[in-house]
């Protein structure tokens, strides 16, 4: 199946520092990328949804001037988590959709995010 | 939301057979994945379904009812592996972005 990277996979910051996690599609151009949130032993809830080259659509409730989305490339979307603080702290997952079967989401490994 | 159900937690033994059920109630219904992930990875891939019937693959078995709004995950010669979350999550017709709706997990803890 296609590979889909995140980077880092685990990061610990201070409050009010901002964040940066990286997701990468690394065989195949993802015309749509999927970033998800996960708190433990919850489901996946998506976060905001973007296609290369256009603003990202943001889920009811999620701030997006706290987690900014840029998807320049087809291979590559990036979520700053902004002035992040503890309730931030979660499993981070982001997701690609464009390989050869269009209805399937390749995942990533997640980022497991921690803010003191 | 989109009333995906799965129940949140199932026990079984090494050896067994076990049946995790997902309702849904949807507009636009295109089909169905599951997907198993382990604590602290991501999801991995497991099935999808679009029509009606069931699709096996090895020891793990997918079914869908359209008409019902219904599907099983079915699981034979449980390993300890096995132990995992199963998240089944529906796939919408006209949803241009490919956004899936997922249901909250089922845990299976598989005992010796």
């Known amino acids: 199946g296609a590979v889909v990277s995140q980077h880092p996979s685990w990061v610990i910051c201070k409050s009010g520092t901002s964040v940066k996690i990286e997701c990468r599609s690394l065989?195949?151009?993802?015309?749509?990328m999927f970033w998800y949130r996960q708190f433990p032993k919850q489901s996946l809830m998506l976060m905001a949804t973007?296609?290369?080259?256009?603003?990202?659509?943001?889920e009811q409730g999620v701030e997006k001037d706290k987690f900014l989305i840029n998807h320049a490339s087809l291979t590559l979307s990036t979520l700053t988590v902004t002035s992040a603080h503890p309730e931030d702290s979660s499993f981070y997952i982001c997701?690609?959709?464009?390989?050869?079967?269009?209805?399937?989401?390749?995942f990533g490994p997640g980022t497991r995010l921690t803010v003191l | 939301g989109q009333n995906i159900d799965q129940p949140t937690e199932m026990t079984a033994t090494e050896g067994a057979i076990v049946q995790i059920n997902c309702t849904y109630q949807?507009?636009?219904?295109?089909?169905l994945f599951w997907y198993q992930q382990h604590a602290g990875e991501a999801p991995t891939f497991l099935s999808y379904?679009?029509?009606?019937g069931l699709e096996e693959k090895g020891r793990f078995s997918s079914f869908l009812s359209r008409s019902k709004g219904y599907s099983y995950l079915l699981l034979k010669e449980l390993q300890m592996k096995d132990s995992a979350s199963y998240l089944c999550?529906?796939?919408?017709?006209?949803?241009?972005?490919?956004?899936?709706?997922f249901g909250r997990g089922t845990q299976l803890t598989v005992w010796p």
């Open positions: 379904n679009v029509l009606d």
């Open positions: 973007s296609n290369e080259g256009s603003k990202a659509t943001y």
């Open positions: 065989d195949f151009q993802a015309t749509t």
């Open positions: 999550a529906v796939n919408k017709r006209g949803s241009t972005l490919g956004r899936l709706y």
């Open positions: 949807t507009s636009g219904f295109n089909g």
């Open positions: 997701s690609a959709r464009g390989g050869r079967s269009s209805d399937e989401q390749f």
